[in-house]
């Protein structure tokens, strides 16, 4: 039997490293053994032990791991020799990187057949959940899964927003049908899907051009959906707002605002829900009042509708809340109050607005904020603008100067304060604001009303004595703040004239034409209409008194003007009238011709 020393026989030349064959492949070395469940070791034979005479080394044991240059290690902590994949696999991966990476580098075209094929996959989506909700309607397991695959498909058409010239294409498919009556699904979660995707794709941010959003929206019109709509505002919870969205976006075209208020009972609705007693004003209590002053705004038949349900009169009543008391700043609810005042002031201008405004005590309510309020005494100024505006606007006039509203007009018309608060600085004086100082706003609906009372009252009646006493009295300082701000705003009014007329010189004539409407926004941005109301009023306090013209003459000749510069802002009104408007105001032009004689 051999010794343990012939098995193992010492090297000739002894050495202090033991040397490993490294041209030896690691895969044969372990093919070489394996390793049966029970952690033993097959071999294909017996084990043998050959005597290998080397002059350098014995070498024994498996390959050591190649070298990284060689093949890249997948652990990182070196426990296992080897990428762990065969170089077959490593190709099948590889070529699955390059094919991804090749899709990347081309995305999909989005043209009419990619809308053709997602039409056609849309509708097998809704066909095949009908068809299951039908056959297996005890049995909701059924049809969920073809749910999931149709609100999946609904929020893929999302991606039509960015594309807005398929829009056509996409109505003409029958697609935009087969969308809205998903309004109706038993699955609420389908419809709130479905109108979200409308008002996204019907949404003023797209990039849509009219008749592409026209094409869209007609369709949208003819397959039902406003009143489709107005039965989700029952049966959808109120913390969705996709549908409130729809309404503002077709709100912007004045027919189909019209057909909103004819069609289905949302006017009704609205005013039903803005009255609810809530402990703070909700957003959707404030939304409504949105929604439905938009509505108002772009339709006079909506108005009509509104002023029959006594609409003025629960507005006002809402509105009188507000009175002295102001809402908080930045909340919900001062958004409602300013919704509020928009609603009434759209309906006022209805010549029976104004009858009903009247019967609901407004002028009254309007008088006490101006004396009282604070953020609705602008609103409530605003207010009376209109009501007392236009041929049908003489009885508003003459309440108003009942109802002592003279002296809170005039207050704030004359209105001066104690201090100004400028950063660091603080300045007592006791001298009027300067028109200047005033808002804008503020102080064209002033000079509105004035204008109004001025053209309204009947002439000798006691109202209207009673106004030019209020003229006239102190020296005429209501006549001297008349002319200040008359020449506030002739000098922004003249600057931007003579910035048009330097642009007028560079331009052809039909270029002139097509800037016309441009040029006349920057006018009355400049604050043309403040001025020429202010003419109106100085030219009917010449013609009305004549201490009150000789008392114009004088302030005007400090400038070196003369009432002829009050004929030629008259004239310019008058000229600017379309003399073919079906609804021009033929008794402001008569006024105004009147009135430019009386300025000779």
């Known amino acids: ?18 040397k490993f064959e490294y041209s ?3 895969n044969a070395v ?5 390793i049966t469940a029970d952690g033993s070791i097959k071999s294909n034979g017996k084990a043998t032990v050959e005597d290998e005479q080397d002059d350098d080394d014995v070498e024994a044991g498996p390959a050591p791991p190649p070298d990284e ?10 426990r296992f020799f080897g990428g762990g994949i065969t170089n077959d696999t490593a190709d099948v991966l590889d070529f699955i990187d390059k094919r991804d990476q090749g899709d990347d580098s081309k995305p999909e075209k989005i043209d009419a057949a990619w809308v053709r094929k997602l039409a056609l996959n849309f509708e097998r989506k809704i066909s095949k959940n009908s068809e299951l909700r039908a056959k297996f309607e005890d049995n909701p397991q059924k049809f969920m899964g073809s749910e999931a695959d149709l609100d999946a498909d609904i929020k893929a058409l999302s991606i039509l927003s960015d594309h807005p010239d398929l829009y056509g294409e996409f109505a003409k498919l029958g697609c935009v049908a087969s969308l809205v009556s998903l309004l109706s699904h038993e699955n609420t979660d389908i419809a709130i899907d479905a109108i979200e995707i409308i008002n996204e794709l019907t949404d003023e941010d797209v990039e849509a051009e009219q008749e592409q959003w026209d094409l869209l929206v007609d369709a949208t019109l003819e397959a039902d959906l406003l009143s489709l709509l107005y039965d989700n505002v029952t049966r959808l919870d109120e913390a969705n707002e996709s549908d409130r969205g729809v309404l503002e976006n077709l709100s912007s075209r004045t027919a189909i605002s019209e057909s909103i208020g004819k069609d289905t009972s949302f006017i009704p609705w609205l005013l039903k829900r803005i009255q609810q007693k809530e402990a703070t004003v909700s957003q959707n209590r404030q939304y409504s009042a949105e929604i439905l002053a938009i ?10 509708k509104c002023i029959e349900l006594d609409g003025i009169d629960h507005l006002l009543q809402l509105l009188s809340s507000y009175r002295k008391g102001d809402p908080a700043k930045g909340t919900e609810e001062e958004e409602y109050v300013e919704n509020l005042f928009d609603c009434v002031t759209c309906c006022v201008d209805e010549p029976n607005g104004k009858s009903k ?8 309510l309007c008088l006490i904020m101006l004396r009282e309020g604070k953020m609705s005494k602008p609103r409530a100024l605003r207010l009376l603008n209109h009501a007392l505006g236009g041929p049908e606007g003489v009885a508003c006039c003459q309440k108003l100067v009942q109802a002592a509203g003279l002296k809170p007009v005039f207050s704030t018309f004359m209105k001066k304060v104690s201090s100004f608060h400028w950063p660091q600085i603080e300045v007592t004086l006791d001298v009027p604001l300067t028109p200047a100082q005033h808002d804008n706003q503020t102080t064209e609906h002033l000079l509105g009303v004035l204008s109004s009372l001025l053209r309204s009252l009947p002439a000798n009646s006691t109202e209207r004595i009673r106004l030019l006493a209020k ?19 002739a000098s922004k009014v003249s600057a931007i004239d003579r910035e048009i007329s330097n642009e007028k010189a560079e331009l052809s004539e039909v270029e002139r034409d097509d800037r016309a409407d441009e040029w006349l926004s920057r006018r009355l941005d400049a604050g043309l209409y403040s001025l020429q109301t202010a003419d109106v009023v100085l030219a009917w306090l010449v013609a009305e008194d004549d201490g009150a013209r000789g008392r114009v003459k004088s302030l005007l000749g400090e400038k070196g003007e003369g009432l002829e510069v009050l004929r030629a802002s008259l004239r310019e009104q008058l000229d600017s009238v379309d003399k073919e408007a079906e609804d021009r105001d033929l008794v402001f032009q008569d006024m105004l011709a009147t009135l430019i004689e009386h300025l000779q």
């Open 1 to 18: 039997m051999a010794s343990i020393d012939d098995l193992f026989k010492k090297p000739n030349a002894p050495s202090n490293k033991r």
């Open 24 to 26: 030896q492949d690691s």
């Open 30 to 34: 372990y093919k070489a053994a394996k």
């Open 69 to 78: 240059a060689e093949e890249s290690v997948d652990d990182e902590e070196g």
């Open 295 to 304: 509505l108002l705004q772009s339709s006079p038949f909506n108005r009509a």
């Open 357 to 364: 405004f009247l019967d609901a005590e407004g002028i009254e």
């Open 471 to 489: 003229f006239v009295e102190k020296d005429y300082e209501k006549i001297a703040r008349t002319i200040q701000t008359r020449r506030e705003h």
